[in-house]
Nanobody, 119 residues
């Protein structure tokens, strides 16, 4: 099993920055990829960014956040970060940390952290 705990959400003005953190515990060795999803009211959950846990750490970004958000991981701390700059009101959502695992079940979620961007 894998446990994920997010932190770092909050209220920020448009143009501001926030950094989200996600600490993983449990069967860390089984994690292959870590990611951040978000879900705004009335909308489907969407993938924002993801990164391989090992190797070069190749990252994926949704078009809507490219150039503004950066995902990174510190394996020694079992933590993945999402640095969010130039925030926009449309970035307002609950942000969830996600892990792909070689175990069953192969997918784990954190409890979510609220990010609110005021105009």
């Amino acid at each position: 099993q894998v446990q994920l705990v997010e932190s770092g959400g909050g209220l920020v003005q448009a143009g501001g920055s926030l950094r989200l953190s996600c600490a993983a515990s449990g069967s860390i060795f089984s994690i292959t990829r870590l990611g951040w999803y978000r879900q705004a009211p009335g909308k489907q959950r969407e993938l924002v960014a993801s990164i391989n846990r090992g190797g070069s750490g190749s990252a994926y970004y949704a078009d809507s956040v490219k150039g503004r958000f950066t995902i990174s991981r510190v394996n020694a701390k079992n933590t993945v970060y999402l640095q969010m700059n130039s925030l926009k009101p449309e970035d307002t959502a609950v942000y969830y940390c996600h892990a792909n695992s070689t175990l069953y079940p192969p997918s784990y979620w954190g409890q979510g952290t609220q990010v609110t961007v005021s105009s």
